[in-house]
């Protein structure tokens, strides 16, 4: 008896993967909002907005690092699924 779950066409795993980094996309983007706020909060406790001043705070630093990382591999993402063939 062949597992017939097995199978998949190039289509349908297209399909999928697009689906799946589509997710992916909304949930790091969401992260990246909440690390806006958290920044923001950070800046508005440490009355500091100016980056190059030595007052700012380290976490908050780290968090504008993280965003942006995490901006990146968005931007990537959308790149990667612009370039999935869309199923029918």
């Known amino acids: 008896m062949a ?3 097995l199978l998949e066409t190039p289509r349908r795993t297209a399909a999928t993967s697009s689906l799946q980094i589509a ?3 909304g949930s790091l983007s969401r992260s990246v909002a ?3 706020v958290d920044i923001e909060h950070e800046e508005a406790r440490a009355g ?3 980056l190059s001043d030595p ?3 380290v976490l ?3 968090l504008r690092v993280r965003r942006e990382n995490l901006r990146v591999t968005v ?3 959308e790149a990667l699924v612009q370039g999935v063939p869309k199923a029918a």
């Open 34 to 36: 909440l690390l806006t």
């Open 48 to 50: 500091v907005r100016d």
């Open 23 to 25: 997710t992916l996309i």
């Open 75 to 77: 931007a990537s993402l």
């Open 60 to 62: 908050a630093r780290s």
């Open 55 to 57: 007052a700012y705070r």
């Open 3 to 5: 597992n017939s779950y």
